[in-house]
């Protein structure tokens, strides 16, 4: 079915982390055919992501907030003629771009409800599954093998000719904290990130703190207070952070974009999980270097900004003890 598909169109309009998570159907669809021409459509504020995604040869971005926006990407999109266009995780606007994109053959994936404007039905269980797995199924109607959940792999790419003008390294043996996250109630406290820094360091290690510009008075504080070896690295374009993040003996952090940037680049990576599950969000083994850390409560998912409960016992049950432990044994499965 795919030797004569040339043209590709991939929509994906949410955050850092799912579009990490979408790389494997990049790869799935770019083996199955004939040197396709990959297009992705991301969120505006993630327009120099396409650095970093493998076999794909555009990116075209969408501000959500203006109309005239949707207007321009709907008639950008019908001059490329494409064979099959992809909506890993629609909502009601985005099936209609993929309507509109004037593909042959569209495949519309949403999650919670109807697939409005898919070509043919899909037939997905929903349920609780990795997000690599459930992107994946979307391409079932086609005539291709489905990798397994355990081969399904994340895989972010660095080209030389990206790369070889920054001129910024880091320390040999460095541990990456990831001390931010979209929502509060995913946070570990501060206090931790801390303790656990300074004794990482004590064990010899350097400490790289990673946040986004609107989390560096938090991420200074945790800087300041882990003393001498630890070095902040705030509001990086995606080329940088990914350039960094790459040097890495190992990544600790709070479930977000990072650690899924960490995870696709090759590094192992500890992340501490509370209000959303680890079947869905963390589709990496072991023994390849991640561990999940939690504490599953009967409240899991509950899907807040903050912990309704006002107690946010999720997050403070993984101890600092438990974060080192891990991190050892990340670094030692990595480079045993």
């Not at 169109?9 to 199955?32: C, E, F, M, W």
């Not at 109309?67 to 992809?86: C, G, N, P, Q, T």
């Not at 606007?93 to 039905?121: C, E, M, Q, W």
């Not at 406290?189 to 990673?210: D, Q, R, S, T, Y």
């Amino acid at each position: 079915m795919l030797k004569n598909v040339n043209k590709i169109l991939i929509i994906k309009l949410r955050d850092i982390g799912d579009i990490v998570l979408s790389t494997p159907v990049i790869q799935a669809l770019y083996n199955n055919c004939n040197s396709p021409k990959i297009v992705y459509v991301l969120k505006k504020e993630y327009e120099n992501f396409r650095f970093l995604l493998p076999n794909v040869s555009e990116v075209i971005t969408y501000d959500k907030k203006s109309f005239l926006s949707l207007i321009k990407l709907i008639f950008k999109l019908r001059r490329y003629h494409f064979d099959i266009a992809v909506n890993l995780h629609a909502t009601f606007r985005s099936a209609l771009i993929t309507r509109l994109s004037g593909a042959k053959l569209r495949l519309v994936h949403n999650h919670s409800g109807r697939d409005y404007f898919t070509s043919v039905p899909l037939g997905i269980e929903e349920k609780a599954k990795p997000i690599t797995l459930r992107d994946m199924e979307t391409l079932t109607p086609l005539d291709i093998k489905i990798p397994g959940k355990k081969d399904i792999n994340t895989k972010l790419a660095l080209k030389e000719k990206d790369v070889k003008y920054i001129d910024e390294t880091i320390e040999h043996e460095t541990i990456g904290l990831g001390v931010g996250a979209k929502r509060p109630a995913k946070m570990w406290k501060k206090e931790n990130f801390i303790e656990l820094g300074k004794k990482l360091a004590l064990n010899g290690k350097h400490i790289a703190v990673f946040a986004s510009e609107s989390e560096r008075t938090l991420a200074e504080e945790i800087t300041d207070k882990i003393g001498e070896n630890a070095k902040l690295y705030c509001g990086l374009d995606f080329l940088k952070l990914a350039f960094l993040l790459k040097q890495l003996q190992a990544f600790v952090g709070n479930d977000s974009g990072l650690r899924h940037m960490a995870a696709a680049l090759g590094i192992g990576t500890v992340t501490f999980f509370g209000p959303e599950d680890p079947i869905e969000w963390h589709p990496y083994s072991e023994k390849d270097g991640h561990i999940a850390l939690m504490h599953r409560l009967d409240c899991i998912n509950c899907a807040k900004n903050d912990c309704p409960k006002g107690t946010r016992e999720c997050m403070d049950l993984i101890t600092v003890d438990e974060a080192f432990k891990a991190a050892e044994k990340v670094i030692f499965t990595k480079f045993q």
